[in-house]
């Protein structure tokens, strides 16, 4: 039995097969990636599958089911976890994107771009940065969700054209767990 903390990663062999564990909590609730090599993935997951189901002392302890993309995009937009390259990319500072103190180390040596990153640090500002919303949808609940890159107004009833943008939505969904509110992640000023 392990207690592996976030952050940290172990080597284990499951049904025969060299598998790296790492614990990542991006979707709201304690998350383990595993990699492996390719030609092992359906052999150790199926290995895993079958521990998590029936009588095992596993299946007593956890509840393990599969899941796609697309309940793990809601879990992670519900949790407020951005993803790189949908919520924020190279051009976006670490103090912007609500994942610095996860991801930048204050104490470590010389790095690039460590100027820049202490200079917002001493100032505490940034010029934009990753929120989560609740998106009221004047079509009512049958209405199109905004699409990654819909611009977002300061006052809701403003005609496109004359106001200007305050941000732009990067992520959306309908959240299960808010009762199919519409939520999403954005890029605001």
Same mark, same amino acid.
């Given at each position: ?10 080597? &284990? ?18 998350? +383990? ?52 390259? +949908? ?10 994107? !609500? ?7 204050? %104490? ?8 820049? &990153? ?20 004047? !079509? ?32 959306? %969904? ?16």
């Amino acid at each position: 039995t392990y207690s592996l903390l976030p952050g940290l990663a172990c080597l &284990v062999r499951i049904a025969d097969h060299e598998v790296l564990i790492e614990r990542r909590d991006t979707l709201g609730e304690i998350g +383990l990636e595993l990699t492996c090599e390719s030609a092992a993935a359906p052999v150790v997951f199926n290995a895993i599958e079958a521990a998590g189901t029936g009588e095992s002392e596993l299946a007593e302890r956890a509840r393990l089911r599969p899941a796609g993309w697309h309940a793990c995009n809601i879990a992670r937009i519900e949790s407020g976890t951005p993803l790189y390259f +949908l919520d924020f990319d190279e051009n976006t500072l670490p103090h912007e994107t !609500g994942v610095l103190r996860d991801r930048v180390s204050f %104490t470590k040596g010389c790095y690039l771009g460590q100027e820049v &990153v202490a200079r917002m640090e001493a100032r505490g500002q940034a010029k934009q940065r990753l929120v989560g919303l609740r998106i009221d949808r004047p !079509g009512g609940p049958d209405a199109p969700l905004p699409i990654a890159g819909a611009e977002i107004f300061a006052e809701p009833d403003a005609t496109p054209g004359q106001a200007k943008p305050i941000g732009r939505v990067t992520s959306s %969904t309908l959240s299960p767990m808010l009762g199919m509110a519409s939520i999403g992640l954005a890029m605001v000023r």
